[in-house]
């Protein structure tokens, strides 16, 4: 017998084998995420959704400190210090369940907890730091405003000096965590450009109203951030944060985690999918058997496992001595999150008017990828930086 005579069955979940690459640590990170969202989260999520809600978060966020998932990829401060590879596959298992779950991990590491390692005080990074690797403190990051969102270096919310102290100014929109949080990064304008400050959330003239009527990222808590004359302390200021590049670099590093996390969700989808089609029948045979539907399928699984090899590229090379650039973020976070939700809109027409109904996970993840296709980055600024990386002109100023 041959050896190609004797090799197992193509996998049709890894048909590359693309999970051969991962490493013992990022095969851990994956099979304990998966596990903890199948048996605590999975059974529950399609009701969440529904009712637009999280319920216990701060209960989940203590339980994904204690997996060590809170900024996982930063070191010191009881942060796990894990590779961007291995935090990346986490927010594709995260995301796989759904992109609520990923977005509170990437606002709370990627987002609060990196503009705090990277541009805070000392002082800062001990008091806020190890408590939100831990899940006892959350954060959100307070960016983009009411008129402001693809274009934050005209934001209106402003800082001035009053003494030694700074008093804050103006109005945040589609934070997500907001509500729950107990700091705030807020970005703000001030006579020297914008600057960054940690916000305790009790700061009297600080108040974070819920956005309701989502009909996308409904397992996920969304505010508004008001700021009426928000006094802090001179060193609430990070120190390290200077011009629209800080909030930027920030923005950057969650970008990455949804080049993942987007696979997630359309992994999942793709599952469900073929599940369906390998289940259904008619005309006297699943309609798995049919050309049309087996099109389907493989063009949803090209573009699933293409845009996986672009992730493990972006984490290699985050990884590596010479990092990753922002365009290649972007080309990454363009294209998958792109081809995902192509790929659950796909997957909803498989199982036809079954693809509606929150039993199964295609439409839930279709609405939340509509969010992800908006936030950090829309479609059209993302092809415009990778315009002006490509040619040199900046076709958005």
């Known amino acids: 017998m041959s050896a190609s005579t004797r090799r197992a069955p193509l996998d049709p979940v890894d048909p590359l084998g693309l999970e051969a690459l991962l490493g013992e ?18 059974p529950h999520i399609g009701d969440w959704f529904e009712r637009g809600e999280i319920p216990d978060l701060p209960g989940l966020a203590r339980d994904f400190g204690a997996m060590g998932l809170l900024g996982m990829h930063l070191d010191g401060y009881g942060c796990a210090g894990t590779s961007a590879l291995a935090y990346g596959v986490a927010c594709r298992e995260l995301e796989a369940c759904d992109s609520g779950l990923r977005s509170f991990v990437s606002v709370q590491g990627s987002l609060a907890m990196y503009a705090l390692h ?13 408590r939100m690797a831990a899940g006892e403190a ?8 009411p008129d402001h969102g693809s274009d934050p270096a005209s934001m209106r919310t402003r800082a001035r000096r009053d003494g030694r102290d700074w008093v804050l100014d103006g109005r945040k929109m589609w934070i997500t965590n907001g509500s729950v949080a107990a700091v705030a990064v807020v970005w703000a304008q001030t006579d020297d450009g914008i600057r960054g400050f940690a916000v305790p959330t009790d700061t009297p003239g600080f108040s974070t109203p819920v956005i309701r009527r989502k009909m996308s990222l409904r397992a996920s808590v969304t505010s508004e951030l008001v700021l009426d004359g928000v006094r802090l302390p001179a060193a609430a200021e990070l120190p390290g944060a200077r011009g629209v590049s800080a909030p930027l670099t920030c923005l950057n590093e969650a970008r990455y985690g949804i080049v993942w996390g987007a696979l997630g969700a359309a992994r999942s989808a793709w599952q469900a999918a073929a599940d369906y089609a390998g289940q259904r029948e008619q005309f006297g045979k699943p309609i798995a058997a049919f050309q049309l539907t087996q099109q389907k399928l493989v063009d949803m699984a090209l573009e699933l496992h293409k845009g996986t090899l672009t992730a493990l590229h972006l984490a290699r090379l985050k990884d590596s001595e010479a ?20 790929i ?27 969010s992800v296709l908006t936030y950090e980055g829309t479609t059209e600024m993302h092809t415009l930086s990778l315009g002006q990386a490509l040619t040199g002109h900046a076709a958005f100023r």
């Open 138 to 145: 959350i954060g959100c990051f307070g960016l983009t405003e």
């Open 344 to 370: 659950c809109r796909t997957a909803r027409t498989v199982l036809g008017a079954n693809g509606i109904s929150l039993e199964y996970p295609v439409i839930r993840h279709m609405n939340n990828l509509e």
């Open 323 to 342: 990092g990753v650039r922002p365009a290649q973020i972007s080309f990454g976070k363009l294209n998958n999150v792109r081809e995902a939700i192509e």
């Open 118 to 130: 990277r541009f805070g005080s000392e002082e800062q990074k001990q008091e806020w730091l190890p």
């Open 25 to 42: 640590e990022d095969r851990a990170v994956r099979d304990t995420v998966r596990q903890y969202c199948d048996d605590r989260i999975a």
